[in-house]
């Protein structure tokens, strides 16, 4: 597997990471969900837009509604 393989793969994951970590306390206003969905828009991008990166986001993002819903 070449490095450019493993960084399509470890990347979509380091960066969901950091996305649940900066929206674990959201509590779903228009400005929150707007950022989140444009740095998982971005995300997506850097991860070379493959299938992988798309399941990891959605998880991430689905994750990070419910958490702010029981934040509400």
Request: glycine share 2%.
């Amino acid at each position: 597997m070449t490095d450019e393989q493993l960084r399509r793969i470890y990347y979509p994951i380091a960066e969901s990471r950091k996305l649940i970590r900066e929206f674990c306390d959201a509590t779903g206003t228009p400005v929150e969900c707007f950022k989140i969905q444009e740095q998982a828009k971005d995300i997506f991008e850097k991860s070379g837009k493959t299938q992988f990166a798309t399941e990891i986001i959605a998880a991430t993002v689905n994750l990070i509604d419910r958490i702010m819903e029981e934040n509400k």
